[in-house]
Nanobody, 123 residues
Framework: QVQPVESGGGLVQAGGSLRLSCVAS????????MGWFRQAPGKEREFVAA????????LYADSVKGRFTISRDNAKNTVYLQMNSLNSEDTAVYYC????????????????WGQGTQVTVSS
């Protein structure tokens, strides 16, 4: 079992930055694909970014490319999401996800989900 735990959410003004962190409790963190999804009020959950353990493949949603950066520190069992140039469209609950497979952009590919952390961008 892997239990991702997110932190770092909060309230930020438009144009500002936040960094989310996620610690996953597993001895084999380096062999997991780690990622982030988000869900805004009244909208479906959507893919944000993922960092595969194999080959270091990184994926981003088009809506965040150039503004968000995903990174991971295997020694700390932690994945990060640096979010810059935030706007109101980024307001959502952000979920950290993990999977032992070579997972992509579909929510169904990820077996393990965190509880979520709220990010609110004020205009």
């Amino acid at each position: 079992q892997v239990q991702p735990v997110e932190s770092g959410g909060g309230l930020v003004q438009a144009g500002g930055s936040l960094r989310l962190s996620c610690v996953a409790s597993t001895r084999t963190f380096s062999t997991y694909t780690m990622g982030w999804f988000r869900q805004a009020p009244g909208k479906e959950r959507e893919f944000v970014a993922a960092f595969s353990w194999r080959g270091g493949r990184i994926l981003y949603a088009d809506s965040v490319k150039g503004r968000f950066t995903i990174s991971r520190d295997n020694a700390k069992n932690t994945v990060y999401l640096q979010m810059n140039s935030l706007n109101s469209e980024d307001t959502a609950v952000y979920y950290c996800v993990a999977d032992s497979a070579y997972s992509g952009t579909s929510a169904g590919e990820y077996d393990y989900w965190g509880q979520g952390t709220q990010v609110t961008v004020s205009s």
